[in-house]
């Protein structure tokens, strides 16, 4: 019967780092979620600044001067 080997003291230093490090991780990401701003729902006046400015509808064409595009909308 061979009997088992232990860990060496360097396999138990290298756990302690990896779980040193497992914990400043999920330390780090609670952080960032803590700082994170609150994208919560938004009032009645408040306007998403993704798509603020957006008309809705047919737009110009934006290689057409302005003048080709009255041209265009003239033919139809």
Known sequence: MASKSR???L???RERAQAER???KVLKR???RANKP???P???GDE???IAGIIPGPQPHPFLDDEEAALD???E
């Open 7 to 9: 860990p060496t003291q």
């Open 11 to 13: 396999k138990r230093q």
């Open 22 to 24: 497992r914990t400043q």
């Open 30 to 32: 609670q952080e960032v």
């Open 38 to 40: 609150a994208s919560g």
């Open 42 to 44: 938004r009032g009645p």
């Open 48 to 50: 998403d600044p993704d």
């Open 73 to 75: 909308q003239e033919k």
